[in-house]
């Protein structure tokens, strides 16, 4: 690096000066709250008794990870990311690659697809809670015009755990199949002619081209999901309230009840940051991937 | 080791008003061990007429046949053919070594098969630095080399390769086109080669196949193809700079045939030309080679001609120039040796060999042919 210019420097000032209001805005909003969080994170602050006067170090965090109901979050919250993206992926890759080899109507499709996505997620929640309700659901009037006997969707534990699950897939599995196919329809072509004539079954050309080809895509397209999945709460908020007892109690909403319902922000915060360390470190991973991605 | 038959195939792409006719029932027979070049402009149907013998495209009509065999619906993959694209089409995520293993591994062959075919066509190719590489940390050059590379480890029955050449810069291709010669008649096995470039069709092939809007125009050995070209089109198209063509009547005086043109007069003594007397006194378009004028009279039958010089195109072995026919005549070139020194608007006489003198019908733009006394 050469010393700047005095051009370069003037074009730097008025670089600054362009970016400044949105740096501030930026800082108010974002920045602040999290260097607060983090700040309360260290003290013993509670909604009861809120003040900066006990310094806790690293006391809540301490609390927090010998916290037995936090732990059981933590565990319910890897189950759910887990069981969400790997149907989803699975789902969203079959769908896309079924509209990758659709000609007609492809847009008639997406609007559909994208239906769900563009759905507030209380809305979601609420539409889902109606649809299945044990007594004046649809659902379970349907499954009794055949016999089946109801089913309380939301009130068993073990179901309520994958009727979440479910209606999470049905909100977002089209943003799988809309990421996948943007990867699937950008494939260069020749590389399946050339697989064709070498010999190569559909079967083959998936597995040897399509798959290895869409590495990257498929790579980003898990972590953003992951990461979104890890942050889950409207949803259970509207529909469960991590309940029943706590088979849905996912991360985020229990640090937002041990907030607002303890009271105890100093722990909320530690756990907030400790969440906030997983996602940043999935981000970064994110965002190596995409780098590597477009190197090759 | 395969002789391909193509018995009036046709190739239509879409339906009912957007239909397009790429490929116009075409008849053709490539001998086994043949070097056959598709030659023609671009969009004449070539690559559609390659793609349908590898099985890429679904033939519309007509019958394919790969030693005798009715192949129409055969899947690529059993045709056992291997094609060289254009653009390669090289698998992006493989290591040149994968690339040229994975028709291999498709096949079933042991592992020791494989490395030896792969260490033998890279030694051939000079490719073996390469061989742990990607497609992308490859040149333009060497990406055609390792297609090539692909291609020659399947030892398929018949190698296609749709203009292999036509992205590498002018040296590369001279010395691929001599190696893809070499390795031809090393290998003997079945090529066809499709090219819009007249130097790779006349220098490559065994036999040229000239399309032009998805029909064959003419099929032939290269030299036959020059010295008989059967319409203005062919004629317009090999050699660079091409045929000229320009229009004139025939005219019978007394024992002789003079071809009138605008800016000129040229007799052609009847007994060379015992095909034309009976389009006498008829209009015909007149075909002449470049290298057909000299400035000392050649041939039995030398006529000379009165021209203007326009331009001088000085190459280094040889000089183009383009002359005016006459005082308003059509534009003419000429290729002569490097030796003469012209200038533009020089008056200059140059000796047409009259017994090269070609003539086409211009309704139907076919040749007219010479007849039997050709044989000067
Ligand atoms: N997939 C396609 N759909 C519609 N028309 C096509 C398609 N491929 C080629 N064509 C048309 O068929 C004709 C022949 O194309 P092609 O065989 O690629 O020509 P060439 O290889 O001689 O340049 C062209 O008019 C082209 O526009
Ligand atoms: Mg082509």
Excluded at chain 1, 161 to 166: E, P, S
Excluded at chain 2, 190 to 213: K, L, P, Y
Excluded at chain 2, 268 to 291: F, K, Q
Aim: hydrophobic share 50%.
């Amino acid at each position: 690096m050469t010393a700047a210019t005095p051009m370069e420097m003037r074009d730097r000032r008025f670089g600054w000066m362009l970016t400044a209001p949105g740096l501030a805005l930026l800082a108010a909003v974002v920045l602040f709250p999290i260097l607060w969080a983090g700040t309360t994170s260290f003290f013993d602050y509670t909604l009861i008794m809120p003040g900066y006067d006990n310094f806790a170090g690293f006391g809540n965090y301490a609390k927090a990870a010998g916290d037995g109901e936090f732990l059981h979050a933590a565990w319910i919250t890897v189950l759910f990311v887990l069981a969400v993206v790997s149907i989803q992926f699975a789902i969203g890759l079959l769908v896309a690659l079924m509209l990758n080899d659709t000609e007609r109507g492809k847009g008639v499709y997406y609007l559909i697809l994208l239906c769900p996505l563009l759905i507030n997620p209380v809305v979601v929640g609420l539409m889902w809670r109606m649809i299945l309700h044990p007594t004046l659901g649809i659902v379970n009037w349907l499954l009794s015009t055949v016999g089946i006997e109801p089913v309380n969707w939301l009130g068993a534990p073990d179901m309520a755990f994958w009727t979440v699950v479910l209606v999470d897939i049905w909100h977002q599995v089209s943003f799988m199949v809309v990421l996948l196919l943007a990867g699937l329809s950008s494939l260069p072509a020749e590389p399946y002619e050339a697989a064709r004539v070498d010999g190569a079954s559909a079967l083959q050309r998936f597995w040897h081209i399509t798959l290895p080809m869409m590495k990257p895509v498929i790579a980003i397209t898990l972590l953003i999901r992951m990461i979104f999945a890890i942050k889950t709460y409207d949803i259970i908020y509207i529909m469960t309230r991590g309940g029943p007892g706590t088979a849905t109690d996912l991360i985020s909403y229990f640090i937002y009840r041990r907030a607002f319902v303890s009271l105890d922000l100093g722990e909320a915060c530690a756990m907030a940051a400790m969440l906030l360390i997983v996602i940043a470190g999935m981000t970064a991973l994110l965002w190596r991937t995409m780098r590597t991605a477009q190197d090759d | 080791m395969a002789s391909i038959e193509l018995n009036s195939v046709s190739r239509i792409y879409g339906s009912g008003a957007s239909a397009v006719h790429a490929v116009k029932g075409i008849d053709l027979k490539i001998e086994d061990g043949e070097f056959m070049i598709f030659l023609g402009p671009s969009g004449c149907g070539k690559s559609t007429t390659l793609r349908m013998i590898a099985g890429l495209e679904p033939v519309s009509g007509g019958d394919l046949l790969i030693d005798g065999a009715r192949v129409n619906d055969v899947d690529p993959a059993e045709r056992d053919l291997a094609i060289v694209f254009q653009n390669y089409a090289l698998y992006p995520h493989m290591t040149v070594r994968a690339n040229m293993a994975f028709g291999l591994k498709l096949r079933g062959l042991p592992r020791s098969e494989i490395d030896t075919r792969i260490a033998d066509v890279a030694r051939v190719l000079s490719v073996e630095p390469l061989l742990n590489r990607r497609p992308a940390q490859l040149s333009g050059g060497q990406r055609q080399r390792v297609a090539l590379g692909r291609a020659l480890v399947r030892e398929p029955r018949a190698f296609l390769l749709d203009e292999p050449l036509s992205n590498l810069d002018a040296k590369l291709r001279s010395v691929m086109r001599t190696e893809l010669v070499k390795l031809h008649r090393k290998l003997g096995t079945t090529m066809v080669h499709v090219t819009h470039d007249q130097v790779e069709a006349m220098t490559m092939g065994t036999r040229i196949c000239i399309m032009r809007g998805g029909e064959i125009v003419q099929v032939g050995r290269p030299q036959e193809v020059y010295r008989n070209p059967a319409d203005t089109f062919v004629a317009g198209f090999l050699a660079t700079p091409p045929m000229n063509l320009f229009p004139g009547r025939l005219e019978a005086r007394g024992d002789s045939l003079v071809l009138v043109a605008e800016g000129a007069e040229i007799p052609v003594p009847a007994a060379t030309a015992p095909g034309w007397g009976g389009h006498a006194g008829r209009e015909v378009i007149i075909g002449l080679r470049p290298e057909h004028l000299a400035e000392a009279p050649e041939g039995p039958a030398p006529a000379a001609l009165q021209l203007s010089v326009e331009t001088v195109e000085a190459l280094g072995p040889e000089t183009i120039l383009n002359l005016r026919l006459g005082r308003n005549g059509p534009e003419i070139a000429a290729r002569l040796p490097a030796d003469g020194d012209w200038e533009a608007g020089q008056p200059v006489t140059l000796h047409a060999d009259t017994a090269r003198l070609h003539l086409f019908d211009p309704a139907t733009t076919r040749s007219i042919p010479r007849g039997a006394a050709h044989a000067l």
